[in-house]
């Protein structure tokens, strides 16, 4: 049965992403905000997933709200008092304006339309409070073209099996994450995720496009700036007026 992207990868999240460090990612986070936002900052986080981020970084910035596209991933977290947002970060619902609007973990590569990626930065630009910063990371080709030829991997995880195939096709620069998961029934679920890998150059025009400007460009994970071989960038943008 074929669903839509993490309704079913939302049950074996946690299993994908055993390995992830979130306590030292939002560390980084953390440090970008300190360096450039007041204690009380209010926080607007973009493709929040299961809110693993946000539960860390919401026990520093209370005013915190966290967004995602996915129901069920919002849905899947623990339960606790955040607030939470089922919305597409390139049409954001908001009225209210924020200081730190940010985004872990690829999730601006699953904007596959360039118009989109735009109209994610022209609102965001809105919802910036003058001074405002805009921070997320976007995987480059340099990680993509290590899945040119495909790769797999399998695991289990909350009662259900999973393989995942990974395939970079680089003529269309899109990433292609395939999900089969099953459970003891099984019932097979097929998910076919999506990632659009940019050249970087095309955040630095949309940014100017819009009027955000950026600030840094890390190889992500540092402070220092991007380079030929880093696979993830870590934009920070300001708007200035
Ligand atoms: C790889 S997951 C990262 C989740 C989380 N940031 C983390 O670090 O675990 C990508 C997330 O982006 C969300 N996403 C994809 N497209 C989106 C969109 N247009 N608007 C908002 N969220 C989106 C997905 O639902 C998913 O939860």
Redesign the pocket.
Known sequence: MKVK??EQVSAIYDGL?KKLDYASWSKYILLIAKENVKDKAKFLE?????C??AKLLSEEYGNYYA????LS?LRSGDKNNLKKIC????LLPFKEKFDFVF?????VN??LKQKSLQNLFTEVDYLLREDGIFTFDVSLEKNSLNFTTGKSTEGQHNGFNYKMISKYNKLSRIHYNNFYIWNESGLIFKEMHKEKIYPINTYFKLAEKVGLHVESCYDCFTFKDVNQKSERAQFIMRKIN
């Open positions: 992207p993490y992403m973009l493709g929040a997933g299961n693993k981020m967004s995602d596209i996915s991933m919305c597409d970060m390139s985004s872990t973990f690829d999730s699953y904007i």
